[in-house]
C-alpha cells in the first residue's frame, strides 16, 4: 500500500508559480462526510419531506459507501436530494446558504497549502453544482472538478452524468483529461480513493483525520461570510437532522402559541407571557419613559440594530408599551399577526419623511436605518435620512441567538420568519438601550445627518463588538437572491394601516 507524507510537511514558500489539486471532504474541509450539506440542501430547497427522504436513505448509502463502492452510496445520496429538484434553487442555496457551513469547517493546514499556490483546483465526488460557487468565491479555486448531474426541462432527474462520480480512478482520469502531460506539483487527499489522482502529482501530502483539529478561525477567513441564507442554524449532522424532523411538527404549535400570546395580551404582560412559554427577554440599559402627548414635545426615534423582523415587537416588549414602527414591505401573514402598528415606507424620501414626522408628533416610534437584516456581527450601513426629522434619538442594540432556526430569509416567503424564530426551543433576545443622543452631535448642532447617521451605527457596533459595514439592502439581496430586495407593491397602502414589521 503506498503511502504519502502528511501535509503539515508540505511547505508554503515559494509556491506561487504551482498547482494544486485537492479533494473536497476530509481535505480542504475537516469533516470527512458529505451527509450534512446534502440534508442542507434537502432542506433548503426542498423541505422538510425531502430531509425526512434523505434522511431514511441515509442507511442504505452508508451500507453501499462501506461495503460496496463510495460510488455507490453517493449515488443514493445524490438522488435522494436531488431527483425532481428545480437546478435553479440548488444553484440558490450552493451560493446562499452551504458557503456558511463549508466556511467553518476549513482546514487549516490543508488551506495553508492550498492558498499558498498560484493555481488552484478541487477535484471531488460532491455535485459540481453544489460546491462550485463556495470553492470559486471563497476559496478562490480556478478549476472545480465534480461529478455532473444530470437534468431535464430544468429539474435534475436525481441520476449522474458519465463518467459517474468522480471517485477513485474517475479521479485520475478528470486529471488527465484537464491537464493533460502536465503534472500539478501538489496533490491533496485524504483516502485510499484519492490516491490514484495523487500519484499524478508532482508531489502529494496526505491529510490525516484529527477530529480535535481546529477549523480556520472567522477572523482568518480568506473572504469573511458577511451574508448567507436558509433556515437552519446547525450544520444537520444525521442525529441533528433527525431531532429537527421530529421537532418541526411540536415547534410550529409552539410558535402558534408563543405569537397568539404576543399579538393577544397586553403588551405590558407579553414580557411573562414570552417567559412563561420559554422566549427570553433580556433588558439592559435605561430605557427613556413615554412622552406626555400635552407636553408639546415629539417623540423619541429609537434607532434599532436590525436582526429580524421581530426587533421593534421585542423593543415593544422590553418597555412594556406598543412603539410603532415603520418599515419595508412584509407578508400579508405578518400584517395579520402583528401586534404593534407598523407603517410602510414609500421609498420615495420627500414623502417617508413627511409621515415619519407625522409618526413623532403622535409618540415614540421606532425604525431601522439598515433597511435589512444581518446575521453576522457585522451592522450595514446606516440610512442617514432618520437623523434630519428630530434631534430625540435613542440608540437601541439589539441581539439574538437561535439553537435551530434562522428567524430571516432573503429567497423563501418571509411570511413564515415569526414562525421559524418562534419555532426554536428557547429564543433569547437582548435589547440594550443606549444614551440618548446629545444635543450637540445632532444635526441641529452642525452636524451632517451622515455624520449622526455613522455615529450611531459606530456606538451601536461598539457596544455589540459588532464590525461597521458599508454594505446595503441591495448587496444583500443581489448576494443571495440575484435581485436588489424591492418587492413591488401591488395596491396603495394607507399610512395608519396596521401591519406587521
Excluded at 400584517?335 to 417617508?352: F, G, H, N, Q
Excluded at 413591488?488 to 394607507?494: A, H, L, R, W
Amino acid at each position: 500500500m503506498m503511502t504519502f507524507p502528511p501535509v503539515e510537511k508540505c511547505s508554503s514558500n515559494g509556491r506561487e508559480n504551482h498547482t494544486v489539486v485537492a479533494d473536497m471532504d476530509g481535505t480542504l474541509l475537516k469533516g470527512r462526510s458529505s451527509f450534512p450539506y446534502f440534508s442542507l440542501v434537502a432542506f433548503e430547497a426542498g423541505g422538510a419531506l425531502r430531509l425526512l427522504m434523505v434522511l431514511l436513505s441515509a442507511p442504505l448509502a452508508g451500507l453501499l459507501y462501506y461495503f460496496v463502492s463510495e460510488s455507490a452510496g453517493i449515488q443514493v445520496l445524490i438522488f435522494a436530494t436531488y431527483a425532481g429538484m428545480k437546478v435553479s434553487d440548488i444553484e440558490s442555496v450552493g451560493r446562499a446558504v452551504l458557503p456558511k457551513f463549508y466556511s467553518s469547517d476549513l482546514h487549516p493546514e490543508s488551506w495553508r497549502v492550498f492558498s499558498a499556490c498560484g493555481k488552484r483546483c478541487v477535484l471531488t465526488a460532491n455535485p459540481r453544482i453544489m460546491v462550485e460557487g463556495f470553492l470559486k468565491e471563497f476559496l478562490g479555486a480556478d478549476l472545480v472538478l465534480g461529478t455532473e448531474i444530470g437534468t431535464y426541462k430544468g429539474r435534475a432527474t436525481g441520476f449522474v452524468l458519465k463518467p459517474g462520480v468522480l471517485v477513485a480512478e474517475e479521479k485520475a482520469r478528470a486529471l488527465v483529461k484537464e491537464f493533460g502531460d502536465v503534472r500539478p506539483e501538489i496533490g491533496l487527499g485524504d483516502r485510499e480513493t484519492d490516491f490514484p489522482f495523487m500519484q499524478l502529482c508532482k508531489e502529494s501530502y496526505i491529510v490525516p483525520y484529527k477530529p480535535e483539529l481546529k477549523p480556520v478561525p472567522n477572523e482568518k477567513l480568506p473572504k469573511p461570510v458577511v451574508f448567507h441564507d436558509g433556515r437552519l442554524v446547525q450544520k444537520p449532522t444525521p442525529l441533528m437532522a433527525l431531532l429537527t424532523v421530529l421537532w418541526i411538527p411540536i415547534g410550529f404549535l409552539l410558535a402558534c402559541l408563543r405569537i397568539a400570546a404576543g399579538a393577544l395580551l397586553p403588551m405590558p404582560l407579553v414580557y411573562y407571557a414570552f417567559w412563561a412559554l420559554g422566549v427570553r427577554v433580556i433588558v439592559k440599559g435605561n430605557p427613556p419613559q413615554p412622552v406626555k402627548k400635552d407636553s408639546g414635545q415629539t417623540g423619541v426615534l429609537f434607532i434599532c440594530s436590525h436582526r429580524t423582523l421581530l426587533d421593534p415587537i421585542f423593543l415593544s416588549t422590553a418597555l412594556g408599551r406598543p412603539i410603532p414602527a415603520v418599515t419595508y414591505s412584509v407578508s400579508r401573514l405578518s400584517e395579520i399577526i402583528s401586534p404593534i402598528k407598523t407603517v410602510r415606507l414609500s421609498r420615495d424620501r420627500a414623502t417617508d419623511a413627511d409621515m415619519i414626522k407625522k409618526l413623532l408628533e403622535e409618540g415614540d416610534l421606532a425604525i431601522c436605518p439598515e433597511g435589512t437584516t444581518c446575521r453576522e456581527p457585522f451592522l450595514l450601513r446606516f440610512s442617514a435620512m432618520f437623523a434630519e426629522l428630530t434631534d430625540h434619538l435613542v440608540p437601541v442594540a439589539m441581539v439574538n441567538k437561535m439553537s435551530m432556526f434562522h428567524g430571516t430569509t432573503a429567497r423563501g416567503w418571509k411570511g413564515m420568519d415569526p414562525f421559524y424564530f418562534f419555532m426554536n426551543p428557547s429564543p433569547v433576545y437582548e435589547v440594550t438601550f443606549l444614551n440618548k443622543l446629545p444635543m450637540e452631535l445632532t444635526c441641529s448642532n452642525g452636524k451632517s445627518s451622515h455624520e449622526v447617521a455613522n455615529y450611531i451605527q459606530r456606538v451601536i457596533a461598539a457596544t455589540l463588538s459588532y464590525e461597521c459595514t458599508t454594505f446595503t439592502r441591495k448587496d444583500k439581496y443581489r448576494a443571495l437572491a440575484g435581485n436588489d430586495g424591492t418587492v413591488p407593491e401591488k395596491t396603495k397602502v394607507q399610512a395608519n394601516k396596521v401591519m406587521g414589521c
